[in-house]
C-alpha cells in the first residue's frame, strides 16, 4: 500500500461512530466523541479511586504517592506559567491528562480522538480563549488592546495575525504528529512481521503521545505567560 493509499484510507475514512435518526435525515456522532467519553469515564473513574479516604493525618502510601506526584507536576506547571499564571494551572493539567491519554489510546486498539481536526481545532480554540481572557483580566479590556501596538504601532497588523496563527499552530501541530505517527506505524505494520512493530507501537503510542502532549500544554503556558506579564 502507497503513502498516499494510506493517507486516504486515514482521512477519507467515515469517522461516524453511531448513526442516529433525526428528522428526516441522521445525526452522526463520531468515533473521537465516543472514546473522548470512554477517556473522560477512565479518568474520572481513576481520580475517585486514587482520593478515595484521603486523610490531613496518618495519610496513606497511595495518598502520599499521588500528593507526590501531584506537587511534582504542580512545580513544573507552575514554572511554566509563573507566579501571575499559576491560576491557570488546572486547566492546564485537564488538557494535559486529557491529550496525553488520547494519544495513547491506540495501545487498545482504539483511535485517537486528536486524529480528529476537529478535536484538536476545539483544544486549540479553548485554549486561545483561555488566553487572550487572563490578558484581558490582567490588563483590562484598554490594556489589552493597546498591547496589540507594543512596543511601536508598526507591528499591529503582525499581532492581530499572530492571533490567528497561534491556534491554527496549535491545532496543526499536535494534527499533524498525531496523523504522521499513525501513517508510520500502519507502514511499519505492512512491511515487518507482527510482532517487530511493537517497540516502535510503544514509542509512537506513549513516548511520542506524552511528547506531543506536553508541547501543547507548554505552548499554551507560555502563551498564558506572555499575556500576564
Known sequence: M???????????????FIHLPFGDGKYDIYES?????????????????????????????RQAAVETFVGWLRGIVGGM??????????YIFTVLFYIAF????GLFGFIPPTM?????ASLSLM????????????????????SFA???AVVLPMNIMELAIRPLSLCMRLFGNIIGATVIMELIKHLLPVVLPVPFCLYFDIFDGLIQAYVFVFLTSLYIKEAVE
Open 127 to 146: 485554549s486561545i480563549i483561555l488566553v487572550e481572557a487572563a490578558g484581558i483580566r490582567k490588563k483590562g479590556t484598554r490594556g489589552w488592546l493597546k
Open 81 to 90: 506559567l509563573g507566579d501571575e499564571g499559576e491560576r491557570y494551572a488546572d
Open 2 to 16: 502507497s503513502i498516499k493509499e494510506l493517507l486516504n484510507e486515514i482521512l477519507l475514512k467515515d469517522k461516524a
Open 33 to 61: 466523541v465516543v472514546v473522548t467519553w470512554i477517556i473522560m469515564a477512565v479518568i474520572l473513574v481513576a481520580l475517585l479511586v486514587l482520593t478515595r479516604d484521603f486523610k490531613v493525618h496518618n495519610i496513606s502510601k
Open 102 to 105: 488520547s494519544n495513547m489510546v
Open 116 to 120: 480528529d481536526i476537529n478535536v484538536t
Open 150 to 152: 507594543q512596543p511601536m
